[in-house]
Every structure is written in structure tokens, then in C-alpha cells.
């Protein structure tokens, strides 16, 4: 090809990624009547809070009374992106979530989003009897296949028969919503994407030190807008426990993370809530959203370029140290001590 048809077809995707970007970040609704901005959510067409509660973080609060009245609080403030797993806490985090949600007819003020662990036809049956049982629902916003981190994961879906499992859900009216989730490298989000189904929605890392390493919103993020796949981005501080590394080890602020997340072309930002004060902190920071300047992001980056190119911080991508338990013994991996 001629290189100046070449850099022609470059930049016409660059203007197409570029315009389908703008549209989801104007598409956000004013907090007023909803109490907190909502999102699209890609090809579902759901409005969703900018804002979602992560299962992981509500499913270790060692109250089971604080972590209810946290969720209760967080639906009562606007939010209603509710996400969970199947293996968190060994089902613990669904549980406390079901309960919470069946209290005052909260099932009905959420979107409520888990996800499968298992790749075959009859284990992915088993894992969603066991969410429906403990998220005491009898169907699913939104079930994803979760923690895709190793290369052949996308093909064991298809192979052994979780995607079978999946659409049988969804004709049944168990499943509203099928989509995956992983955090270990975009060229198996890529592998998911040009499978032979048109998924709703895709889960990845989404935080400042993600353009400079295994980039999800560089690479993957503009293959989900073109596909009308919503983006639902997780370790917005970096992960690690208790506080982001990006927050512990960069010394960046959650406010300055998060919102650098929610001005790139996502949907839902899933943010870990330990306490009702980290759930105030957020719900203020999502209400009064602004949207960075494009000068303010590049700014942002420019911080923490030195340290984002290697992988040094974002160890669910240069480690095994954030793969679990379960898929770990899927693939035959030692249960090595998390880090």
C-alpha cells in the first residue's frame, strides 16, 4: 500500500475512534435526576451510574451489617452498577450482597452484574445456580465470563462450552447481558472481541499508568466503541490493598485517578469501597464530575510515565500475584502466596 494511502486510513480511524470517544463522554447525564451521572451502556442500551460498587470490596468489609448498610447507602446516593463474582470470598461477597439487595426492594434499583468462573458448559450452569442462589434473584443484569488472563481462555469458552451455557441462560431469561472481564494483557481482550459473538459488555484496567503498559484503553477501548461494546474499567487506583498503588507508591490523588478515568470513553468506573467514608469521598468525586481538559490528562501522564512503562505497579499485569485461586487451578498453576 502506498504510504500515503497508508497514513489516509490511519487517520480516518484516528478521526472515527476519535468521534465515537466524544460521543460517549457527552452522552453522560446530569447527576440531578438521578443522583449521580449516568452512561450508556454500550449496545444494551442501560443507563448506568458512572460510579459502580465493587463485590471484592464489600465481600471483606468484616461487619456483614456495615457492608448492608454501606450498599444501602450507596443505592440510596444514586448508584446502581453492582458488580460481584462468583469465587469472591469463596461466595461470601455474593451473599452479603444478595442480602443487602433483597432488603426494600433494592434488587429492583440496580443493575446487577457477576460473573462466571468456569469455562465448560456444566460448571458455567453450576456457577450461575449458585449466583442466582446467593444474589437471591432469579436473573442477572449481567454475566460475564471472568478473569480472562491466559491465552487460551477465550478459546475454552467456545470449545468446552461456557458460551452454550451462557446463551441458554440468556434465551431462559436468567442472563440479560453477556460479557468478560481480565486485567492480565489486551491481546486476549483482542482474542475475545473477534470471537463469533457480538458481546454487550468487556471489563479491563483502567487508571493512569495503563496508557504506557499493555495499554487496554489504547488498544482494546477503541475496538469496543467501534463494536458498541460497553466498557466497564476496574483497578482505578492501581490495585493492591488497603489503599491503590497509585495512591500508596505514586502519590497521586484518588480524585485526580478517578476522574482521569471517567474523562476516557467508558461507561462505568467499578471503584473498591471499604468504608462509608471512602463511599462519601466517591459518590462526591462521580456527582461533580468534570471531564479533564485533554492538556490535564496529557499532564497527568507525563507524571507517571517513568514509572508506568514497566509493569512495576499494575502487578495484576507483570505478575501472577493477582490471577486466582480458581483459575490458577483451572490451568494447572501453583497456589502461589498473594503479594
Known sequence: ????????????????????????????????????????????????????????????????????????????????????????????????????????????KVFLMTKNCERDYAGSVNCLHDSLRRLKTDHLDLWQFHELVYDNDPDWIFEKGGIKAALEAQKAGKVRFIGFTGHKDPHIHLKMLSKPHAWDTAQMPINVLDAN?????????????????????????????PQGRLLSHVGLTAEECYRFCLSLPITVQVMGVNTM????????????????????????????????????????KSTKVFDGPHHRRQHGFALEPAG
Not at 504510504?3 to 466524544?22: D, G, P, Y
Not at 488498544?219 to 492501581?238: D, F, R, S, T
Not at 462526591?284 to 505497579?313: C, I, M, W, Y
Open 1 to 108: 500500500m502506498p504510504e500515503t494511502t497508508s497514513r489516509r486510513t490511519f487517520m480516518q480511524k484516528a478521526v472515527t475512534a476519535a468521534a465515537l470517544a466524544e460521543q460517549v463522554i457527552a452522552q453522560t447525564s446530569p447527576a440531578t435526576a438521578t443522583g449521580l451521572p449516568t452512561r450508556v451502556l454500550g449496545r444494551t442500551g442501560v443507563r448506568v451510574s458512572i460510579m459502580g460498587i465493587g463485590g471484592w470490596h464489600v465481600g471483606v468489609i468484616p461487619d456483614k451489617k456495615e457492608s448492608i448498610r454501606i450498599m444501602h447507602a450507596a443505592i440510596d446516593e444514586g448508584v446502581n452498577f453492582f458488580d460481584n463474582a462468583w469465587d469472591y470470598q469463596d461466595g461470601g461477597a455474593e451473599s452479603v450482597m444478595g442480602e443487602a439487595l433483597s432488603q426494600g426492594g433494592k434488587r429492583n
Open 277 to 316: 467514608e471512602q463511599l462519601k469521598a466517591d459518590i462526591a468525586l462521580a456527582r461533580n464530575f468534570q471531564p479533564l481538559t485533554s492538556e490535564a490528562k496529557q499532564n497527568l501522564l507525563a507524571r507517571v510515565k517513568e514509572e508506568a512503562g514497566d509493569g512495576r505497579h499494575e502487578l495484576f
Open 213 to 241: 503498559y499493555r495499554s487496554f484503553q489504547n488498544e482494546v477501548v477503541p475496538v469496543c466503541l467501534k463494536k458498541n461494546v460497553g466498557v466497564i474499567g476496574m483497578k482505578g487506583l492501581a490495585g493492591g490493598h
